[in-house]
Each structure stands twice: as structure tokens, then as C-alpha cells.
């Protein structure tokens, strides 16, 4: 059993850490893969998990979100083996987990293939073929638990699809499992209600069903195999007030929403958004995010109330935000 297990017990909530490749550039690291970092500049990865362990982080995931053979095939990686690179990003967070004075909860990062697959796309045309896509969250999965991840993140799932293959092929190592999709602003022109999707159609009420469906799984519900269902990211590009800390409010409203109106309330809840919308600064042609540390943290014990238990943040987020939620929960 997974010594995370017994975390998932205790209601305190849980600090996950902040954006990584963001951070991999602030160290002079730039690849057209970050999981290539792993074999290339290891010290840095080790590093930028050190800066989220010191910061206040109980959990740090690997550096693997885009480790599979997908996505280092459409960046042309050469030689790169997803399997090494898994394993190596194991370690290295590790290392920084290890020289913490307390325990750290190291996850193991699934993230979205590069592209539609298949299973929404309807062929193979348009679409990267399902057998594909399970076989890259196979071997990553595989080479993350045999290198020993506390749960697997299934994280910035686009599709619900594809997040249910992800979790059918995760559930067979025996260790807890995170869904986190990643939403957009849509509203229902009748109602004028305010719905969630992915770019795929689907909201949290959706995610729900396709994963108890069965229908990337043999006709196995495979809600019972999922611990924690969330969202992060945020692909909104121009509305602010779904941006950010808004957005992480109201998703986790309507997948807490989601799961009472179906009778399930056994799974934590999870959030961990971008730090705002992204701009670029004219002069200096650097990307920047518009919401600073005091600002998301101002807005983490709105975040709590909706019921969110692990909380962090994605792109644009640092060890800076993360330290000013460490404070917010410390007190």
C-alpha cells in the first residue's frame, strides 16, 4: 500500500507545488522537451523541487508531463527513452524529497498526449490512435511506479477520454490516483448558466460519467480506482474573472456539485490553477501571468471552502505563490 494512503485520511489540507517549466527557464533551461532536463540538467530539476520543498510543498511530481514517447517524438528527441527519463525524474525527486525535514509525497506525473486521439476524434485521420496513446501512459506509468511514486496525476487531461485510458492502464499498480482536467469558459445561451468544458466537450458532470462508464476500461467502473478529481491549467485566454484563483473556485464548485448530485462523496478534491491569464511584455517579449502571490493566496481560503484539499499551482505559478499558501494554511 501506498504511504500516501494514509494522507488521504487526514482533512488537513494538502500544498502541492507550482508551475516547473517555468521555472526550468528561469535557470537557463531551454529544451524543446523539459523531460529531457532529467538526463541533460539534473541539478536544475533537483533544484526547482528543493524550491518547492523549502516553500512550503508536501507534494512535488515528476518531471514527466510530457515524458512520453508522443511527445518526445514530435520534438524530435533522438535517443530519448521515455523509460530513463521517468525513472531519472523519479529520483531527482526524490533527492529533493529526501534531504526534507518532514515528509514529502512524490507524484507521478501523466500528462496529455501531444494532439486529438482517436477516442474523440472518431479516426485515426485526425486523431493519434487509442493503442498509441495507452501504450505512452503504459510505459511512463510502468517506469514511475517501479521507480516508486507515491500516486499517480493524471493532470491537464484535455479529454475525459483520454483521461480514462490513462486511469485504466494507472489503476493496475495499486497505487491512489489524481484525475485533474483542465476547463474553459463556456455558458448555456438558454439558461445563461455558467458551464465548464474541456476542449473536448466535456465538464465535470461528463468526466464523472465517462469514467464510470466502462468505456476504455472493459466495462470497469473506474471511479472506485480514482482518490482525487480536480482540475488545473486553465486555457482561457482573454476572461479574467475565469482566469486564475476564479477559475479554480468555480470548477471545483461544479465538480463538488458534479459528485453530490451522483452520491459520491468519498473523493478529495484537487486544484491547482495558473497563476491568472498569461501576457507578454512588450519591451522585453517575456511572458508573465497576472496574478502575483498576495493575490492567489488572498483568494485559497475561497479556493478551501468549495471543499478543494490539495491545492497548488500550475503555469506561472513559483515557489513564491506556493509559500504564500503554505502561510495562508499555516494559519
Known sequence: MSRFAARLQDDRPLLFDGGFG??????GVELPNSALANRSHPEAV??????????????IETNTFVASPLHLEMADAGDASPEQLA???????????????REIYIAGALGPSPGAIEADAGDTDFGIADAKVRDAHERIATSLADAGVDFFLVETMFSAREAAIAVDVARHFGLPICVSLTYKFTQDR??????????????PPDAIDILASGAHSDGVDLLPSIHMLGLNCGAEASREDH??????????????????????DGLRLAAYPNAGLPKMDRQTKETYYLQDPDQMSA???ALLATGAWMVGG????????????RAVLDA
Not at 22 to 27: E, I, P
Not at 90 to 96: K, L
Not at 314 to 325: D, K, Q
Request: glycine share 10%.
Open 22 to 27: 517555468t521555472q526550468l527557464f528561469a535557470r
Open 46 to 59: 533537483v533544484d526547482v523541487h528543493r524550491a518547492y520543498v523549502t516553500a512550503g510543498s508536501e507534494v
Open 87 to 101: 525513472v531519472l525524474a523519479t529520483e531527482h525527486a526524490r533527492r529533493a524529497a529526501e534531504a526534507a525535514d
Open 190 to 203: 438558454k439558461t445563461k448558466q455558467i458551464q465548464y468544458k474541456t476542449d473536448w466537450g466535456h465538464g
Open 243 to 264: 482566469s486564475g484563483m476564479a477559475y479554480a473556485i468555480e470548477g471545483t464548485r461544479q465538480t463538488s456539485e458534479a459528485l453530490a448530485q451522483r452520491g459520491l
Open 299 to 301: 483568494e485559497l481560503p
Open 314 to 325: 500550475c503555469c506561472g505559478t513559483t515557489p513564491e505563490h506556493i509559500g504564500a499558501f
